[in-house]
């Protein structure tokens, strides 16, 4: 997925990031805390994610657009959001993952963005709201 974060100014920044989901309403990731868009996300929880298939031909592709609020996972919240991530990583020949993983002195930290809107583009890059 693509995941949109804006520091403190509003200045954007994009970054592509491996991913987990729960039931498509929270996407769950793991970064560096000092990533650029880890950092925008200490100063501004508000992101936008969009999730395409860069493979498909010219004018064939379909994409899912968000609208999320995103935050460093802390405390009991880890277990069973790490728990999602592992499983996805594991299912795509990736090792497991757990709290100790993701917790100092490790490099990396556990994300998730919880969605608020999602839709998709029609004719005219118009928006429709999905619901999943």
């Known amino acids: 997925m693509v995941l949109a974060t804006a520091d403190a100014d509003g200045q954007p920044w994009a970054s592509p990031v491996y991913y987990a989901h729960d ?3 929270q996407f769950i990731w793991v970064s560096a805390p000092d990533a650029t868009h880890s950092e925008n ?3 501004r929880r ?5 999730i395409f298939d860069s493979r498909v031909p010219i004018n064939s592709g379909q994409a899912v657009y ?7 996972v802390s405390g009991d919240d880890r277990e069973p959001l790490v728990e999602t991530f592992s499983q996805r990583s594991q299912q795509q ?4 993952w757990t709290v100790a993983d993701i917790e100092a002195p490790a490099r ?5 963005a919880t969605v608020g809107e999602q839709f998709v ?4 890059d118009q ?3 999905v619901s999943l």
Do not use: K, P
């Open 41 to 43: 996300i200490a100063v």
């Open 23 to 25: 039931a498509y309403r």
């Open 46 to 50: 508000d992101v936008s994610i969009v």
């Open 93 to 96: 020949g990736a090792g497991a």
């Open 127 to 129: 928006r429709i709201s």
């Open 108 to 112: 990396l930290r556990l994300y998730v």
């Open 121 to 124: 583009l029609g004719d005219g």
């Open 66 to 72: 968000m609208s999320a609020v995103a935050e460093e």
